[in-house]
């Protein structure tokens, strides 16, 4: 087979993250489930924002995160996702392809604008995320770019994406192309909620169509029902070709058919928010496993990559990633 | 006379900050005064865009970041500016009425889009600007709000704003309500470029005018064209009430009549991003500075919010003022 042009290519939902520090009192007002994220109207979206304190808007959408991440590291990538054509849709766009990636889905001309995410901080550096989706309900099938698809190692999918039917048609196209072309199909879980929203059809995804899977803790043991996460470790290798699962600051165990391995979490600068930690554990991970690194390696590379994106607000890393790869792990 | 409603009311550019990383040889290539504020148009604004990276955006604007600082100090303040009826606009002004400003100007409802500053952050934290100013051009003498006003102890005035005819019209008439309702005038020089297009007013204004003065050491020898800023000191202690002087990581020197303190800068984290430094400076002084704090205690203070803007990306502070005040300094 022919080299692909690109290593992965993500689907996702294109949103704009609006972060805030808030404290507990303002979760419990809103009735907010803490370290979730939450699909909110309209109605309910500009409530929150009239309550919410001065934000930054940062790019953000999951899979965009990784994807962003991946492009940092150096890995040739493309996008997949909806905002509409209108000022945040400009900045999100910019956002994607001023780092590398290839970002070609046609902007919405009508309808809900560019979606966003409002997100508030807590002191413990947790976060807890509103998402209003706006354009990002269009995506369907015919965003699908094959020549994107068909030219990719790796298709990256992220799990909110079944919280929409059309979205869901068009990543069931978007893997057969790929794999047709004979790619890969990464898979992210996402979000806890989210699993047990959609555990079924996930378990059948995981068992026969996806090779890399990422999860933490929470979302592994709600997809397999199990109270013990060593069960769930148990179970999933024998569903994909590898798995990581992340523990937040108890590191990540990661498991191919009987390999595991354990890596630490990496300290590099105190917590301030941990939006996009899983995000770019995965972009750090999949670079390393895609060049060929060891399981312990790429571990790292995840752990180095989450490490600089909970360092500042954001889900998007701010310094450059080969630079941090080669100071703290000596491979770039 | 009766208790003014604000402590501080402020008139200047409203604009969003896109900031970015970028490293010297962009800056040259792009043939970027680093260090400065520089006013671009579309073209520029549009072809600079296109070649930076992956950005952030949080409001800035320099007046409006003293007010947010001083807001979130616990003062009651407005603040006087023009966007746009957008996205952008709709940022802006949810950041400051969410940090509890009143920001009653009315929003433009055709021409520009809001403005925005392209502020390149090299590795050594220096923060170069490129200001499109969008919307903030339509700044006139009908967006002064005789209200805000007649009602505020101070009156702040950022140099930038003697770039726009219009914009100047507006702050002759703002002062003249202000003063004539026995309000103090703050004037912050902005940045020395702005002071060499504008010597003559500036100092016309600071010897007739002017109460409270902000500048560093670029500015205030650019003022009175001196080579070193003991020179500006002598001269300067003459025309106003009081002046904090500020000189980067040596400090600050703040005079009244014969009266000096040399106050030290803080050193809270790792300097990130300088954006914002002497805004959120005059914040902690001016707050202090109102509430009768020495002023060794006000230049402090100032020090502080400016050591917590630097520590992160964006001129708007991330933590709040109170808390910090009373860590590093025992009030609050």
């Known amino acids: 087979m022919p080299e692909k042009q690109f290593e992965v290519v993500a689907i996702g939902n294109a949103i704009v993250d609006v972060l805030c520090h808030a404290d507990e009192a303002f979760i419990q007002r809103h009735k907010l489930t803490k370290g979730a994220m939450t699909l909110i109207d309209t109605a309910q979206a500009e409530a929150l924002y009239a309550d919410m304190g001065p934000a930054v808007e940062v790019s953000g959408g999951s899979a965009a995160n990784t994807i962003a991440g991946l492009a940092s590291l150096g890995a040739k990538c493309g996008f997949i996702g909806k905002v509409k054509d209108d000022q ?7 956002d994607l392809k001023s780092g590398g990636v290839a970002f070609t889905t046609a902007m919405a ?20 995320m509103n998402t209003y989706l706006g354009a990002s309900i269009e995506l369907g099938p015919n965003d699908v770019d094959a020549k994107l698809l068909s030219n990719t190692r790796v298709l990256y999918l992220e799990g909110y994406l079944w919280d929409r039917p059309n979205a869901k048609e068009a990543l069931r196209k978007a893997s057969d192309i790929a794999r047709a072309n004979g790619a890969k199909v990464a898979f992210s879980l996402s979000d806890s909620f989210c699993v047990s929203r959609w555990r079924a059809e996930f378990r059948e995804l995981i068992e026969q169509r996806v090779d890399i899977l990422f999860a933490n803790e ?11 996460f060593e069960e769930a470790v148990t179970m999933v290798r024998a569903h994909v070709e590898v798995a990581a ?18 890596v630490a979490a990496e300290r590099i600068a105190p917590v301030v928010d941990t939006t996009g930690a899983g995000d770019l554990y995965a972009a750090g991970f999949l670079f390393g496993y895609l060049r060929g690194r060891s399981l312990e390696t790429a571990g790292r590379m995840g752990a180095i990559a989450a490490a ?25």
Chains 1, 2 share one sequence.
């Open 88 to 94: 945040l849709g400009a900045v999100y766009a910019h």
């Open 109 to 128: 001309k009508s309808g809900p604008g560019t979606g966003r995410c409002y997100i508030l901080v807590t002191p413990d550096a947790q976060r807890t």
């Open 218 to 228: 929470a979302e592994i043991t709600a997809l397999y029902e199990v109270k013990q």
């Open 245 to 262: 699962l992340t523990r937040s600051e108890n590191g990540a165990v990661i498991v191919r058919g009987q390999e595991t391995a354990k």
């Open 308 to 332: 600089e994106v909970i360092s500042h607000f954001g889900a998007r890393p701010e310094r450059p990633l080969p630079e941090l790869m080669q100071r703290h792990l000596g491979v770039a």
